[in-house]
């Protein structure tokens, strides 16, 4: 079974959303990330935290099937607190207090066995981690990143570097335009698309994700461009909205470790799978709706959302 | 063949878009209706002009198999002219000037031989002219409703008597949740689907449209609803967004029309086919894309589509 190596932000979250509040509760997108990949396929987690950090959530990591020899635990370090709420329509994020504490001086150390990963998820961090983890690996069949809004805007330059050296590299719409100068979704697509990657998947929110490709259509306003259009599964309501693109990008990476299979057929599956395991994360405070997730209700989703795009 | 009734606003529009501008065109609710259903199957048109309509914009509509004996052209009258441009992401209308000319006095009077129409779209106008209109048709195999914001605004209980009273209501998303006083969409469309319609569809523009209907599913937070979620054709470039829902209204009644067919899956593929004729219509000015567009065009995206969907 092929591993799935994570490296990324481990922290503890307070939020506030229309429904409700929790104060340091588990967070951080590796965090996120690792739990949903779990899912699918044995996890090896890169990242840092305080000698702060409760062991109840190491316990809970560790069951889960994820490897936690490459999370650095600094004695005497205070673990990375992100602060935040939501406006109305839960589509964004407005942060109050950062802490960086550990993570202000992280620096991604591999395992050696961790160097063979076949399947690498460079989650939202500094894209300079991002890079230094890449340098670690040997030769991973694929390499999927994310990035935010922040290292758009502070590091630009090497958040491009980054998405010319990944296989795949997954964002949110407002990330997709922010990092592209490009209003329209689609124009944003193809310009990213045209930095490398294989793969580039915009996650919409509420509205599912689309995934690009280069591709055989002639179509006059697409060319040479494959879309594949995922819905969401539908919600009527949403708890709290953070983690829910780790969770994406978790269970996509998860997927197609598990299947071992870079079909595009398989990538479109894998996207949905994504969709699917983010709409179970929403659905609770921190981690709590992801962690109870089973496979039978993530099977009943997925063919949930198979029956409401066909036609 | 049968034919489709289409009452609503005729109309002169002075649009202005990111792209440009342009001065009384040919616009109106019952008109980009009129072009889109013609596509599909000859149409019944009732709606209103004054003496100043251009005969040129006549002659087009004859010439595409729209029947005019429904359309009044009232002697000295002024038509109908609407003047507005569209916020940066393109989505939402903000209308500068209203002259409802011949309007103002408008009373749908159907023809004797318009009386027996099977499939009937009240499109965008006042809802007591929707109403009357529905007292003077016989028995209709399938009513059709669209609405707009203002209607919502002052005549509430209006809008609700129509939805209550038609088989299928088609409504942009954010005229749901005012319709509904729902943020949340699902939620929306469950609310507007307890009204009584077959089916509402909520249109998203460039995140597509779904379609809700009472159906089997058990899913806990979707319990007896079955949604369809088409994607919309992926556009590059919006021109000018005017007409875009009647489109997609008038090809879905249009296609229905034309097959005869009032199943669910024959329901989804009339939304796969309004999307994808209301995609066109965006691509330029007032109807010109609309009204060039050929069953060649309607064919190649309509499987983009299919292709984009498939997983």
Redesign the interface.
Known sequence: MNEVLIVGSVALDSVETPVGRIDNALGGAATYGSIAASLFAPVHLVGVVGEDFPQEHLDFLKKRNVDLAGLQIIKGGNTFRWKGDYN??LNQAVTHETQLGVFEHFEPKLPENYRDAQYVFLANINPELQLSTLEQVKQPKLVLCDTMNLWINIAREHVLEVFRRVDIAVLNDGEARLLTDQ?????AG?QLLDLGPRAIIIK?G???A?MFSKGE?P?S??EGI??????SY?????VDPTGAGDSFAGAFIGYLAKTDDLSM?NL??A??YGSVVASTTVQDFSTASLAALTPDSIA?RYG?V??????
Not at 183 to 187: E, F, R, S, V
Not at 234 to 238: F, S, W
């Open positions: 109305a329509d209003g329209n979704i689609i124009a193809r919409k509420e509205h599912g689309l259509h179509a306003l697409s494959d879309i594949f259009s995922a819905p539908p919600l009527e309501q949403v057929q479109r599956r996207v949905v009943y949930y198979r029956e409401m795009s066909k036609f």
